[in-house]
């Protein structure tokens, strides 16, 4: 599992909190080690001089240091600050880690009330169980046949709508996307 791991386990960069326009950066690497820097922004004479600064720390060294602790909750917030004290304790998380194909095919598998459920876990894990590739899958492993017609419609209105929507419905959208083809096409023969 450890192979998952780039040589970046984590990193985010932010604006720290007004009024200060200071940008900062967070880095945990697989070499154990944690890095904060900073660059300060400002107009004013005495800070335009001022270079960008780093602190680097084991990640033993990190998990006792509560003064930057204090500074990278202030700048990141609490959950990043949580994220990287588990991180630097051995916690990955290794299911947030899995190539997105790998997932798909991994949910594909899911109950939809499975799905559901893990819709609600991260922003990713979201954007994943509402992809149109995901539900492309799922209604192809469950229909029995899949017009082109049908798939020309699904990537208007997306597969997860093509699920969800009834066969008398599906059926009427199909009649009026013909009938609309049929009337450009019409328009373009005069």
């Not at 720290?16 to 904060?36: G, H, Y």
């Not at 990278?72 to 299911?95: M, P, S, T």
């Not at 997105?100 to 594909?108: E, G, W």
């Not at 997860?160 to 009026?176: D, G, M, S």
Request: net charge positive; hydrophobic share 40%; proline share 3%.
């Amino acid at each position: 599992m450890a192979s998952l791991l780039g040589e970046e386990v984590f990193e985010t960069r932010r604006q720290a909190p007004a009024p200060s326009k200071d940008f900062c950066q967070l880095l945990v690497t697989r070499r154990e080690v944690v890095i904060f820097r900073w660059w300060k922004i400002s107009l004013r004479n005495e800070c335009r001089e001022s270079r960008p600064g780093e602190i680097k720390e084991s990640q033993e060294d990190f998990l006792g240091d509560s003064s930057l602790h204090i500074q990278v909750a202030i700048v990141f917030g609490a959950k990043v600050l949580e994220h990287v004290l588990n991180l630097c304790r051995g916690n990955y998380d290794f299911l947030e880690r899995l190539p997105v194909l790998l997932l798909l095919y991994i949910i594909s598998f899911l109950e939809l009330e499975d799905i559901a459920r893990l819709s609600q876990v991260s922003r990713r894990f979201k954007m994943i169980c509402n992809s149109n590739a995901l539900w492309e899958n799922i209604v192809e492993n469950l229909c029995d046949t899949i017009t082109p017609e049908m798939k020309e419609l699904a990537q208007e209105i997306g597969w997860k709508k093509i699920f969800f929507t009834n066969r008398l419905q599906l059926q009427l959208q199909l009649r009026r996307r013909r009938q609309k083809q049929d009337a450009q096409n019409k328009k373009v023969t005069e």
